[in-house]
């Protein structure tokens, strides 16, 4: 048993304790107290810190961490996009050496800034591997994208093949995603949950009312991403728009649930917010990579207020500088100065491995739990901890606490 004693703890499933102690035994938490210990078991003072619990990074590609710097920012999405798939076809390999290399820098820099869990969105499964030998727990969506298909019911159950071909762990778990409803046809939208439905515990993954273009696709079946789908030879005649919003879309598909994550939201209207709410789907924000890419500011502020549950990812090195969480909760504070820093921190603690389905390992500081946790420097222990932590932390100023 290692007893922890530090200026703060930021539990997250209760308040800030100040001057407080964690107790650890065989790396699960075993008690929080006020007080020392009294059987003179080995006591660890860890400073002038406020511990909380590993981050979840809830939406990222580390598959595409080849192309930091390489995607110039973008006024319109489609046009982003369009840059994306031409610089990704010059790497025809996903095991190439330049990628491999990139992914494990990546993991190394997401541990660097304090992320404990990730839900990796990959096309390859070529971060599966990277992932199990890695200190990050994850889920890896293995997200499909194929919006004309002939036989979609066999294009799912080749990925299934391949994901049961894995070797899944506690720690790494892998699911089938779907792209998004302007890249994934109907049927495939089906054959995929259909899938996931056999897991009752595996979430699912959808890119979701991110841009301006893709609510004028699925309302009206024209502009940018018809355009972009002609132009790829990826368009399919037969094809009805539904009408409406991309979220009226796939739930009156049958496709959102509670398992599911809504990333981006950036053009939700309050009714979408309400459905997501009502199906207890967890929408991600990226908003850092909302502005890179051109999609626009996510409505921070109507999310929350919407009571759906908010969850929090870097996205890309494609469509983001880096992969520290703090990073996007710095960029969410200014964006969303009413809403409470705690609120801020549990989208980027329990929220996250909720969503992800490692809630009950992960997320919180409480007897029971991994002691996966992370130690942040203070300039002060009178400040206002919860404040501080939203407001930009670098790794420089983090570092994980041995159990």
Known sequence: MI?????????????????AWIAVDRGRIAALSRRGPTDGSREVDLGDVVVLPGLVNAHTHLELSYLRDEIPPASQFVSWVRQVIKTRRNHPDPKAPAILEAVDRALAESVACGTAIVGEVSNTLVTFDPLTRSDVAAVVFYELIRFNA?????????????????????????????HAPYSVA????????????RDPFLPCSVHLSESVEEIEFIRSG???????????GSWDPSWVPPGGTPVEFLDESGFLDARVLAVHGVQMTPSDLSRLAARGTTLVTCPRSNGHTGAGAPPLVEFYESGVPVAIGTDSLASAPD???????????????????????????????RALGFDGDY???EPGKYARLIAVTLPSTSIDVEEYLVNGIGPEQIRWIES
């Open 363 to 365: 997320g919180t500081i």
């Open 3 to 19: 007893h922890y004693h530090a200026a703060w703890i930021v539990p997250v499933s209760d308040p800030p304790m100040r001057d």
């Open 150 to 178: 002939d036989d979609p019911q066999g294009i799912v159950e080749r990925a299934r093949g391949e994901l049961d071909a894995l070797a899944p762990t506690d720690r790494v778990r892998a699911s089938l995603a779907a």
């Open 323 to 353: 992969l520290n969480v703090f990073a996007e909760l710095a960029t969410m504070r200014a964006l969303a100065p009413s809403v409470p820093a705690a609120t801020l921190i549990e989208s980027a603690t329990r929220v996250g491995a």
């Open 222 to 232: 024209s502009g940018p991403w018809r355009a972009l789908l002609e132009e790829l």
């Open 186 to 197: 109907p049927l495939m939208l089906r054959a995929i949950r259909q899938d996931v439905d």
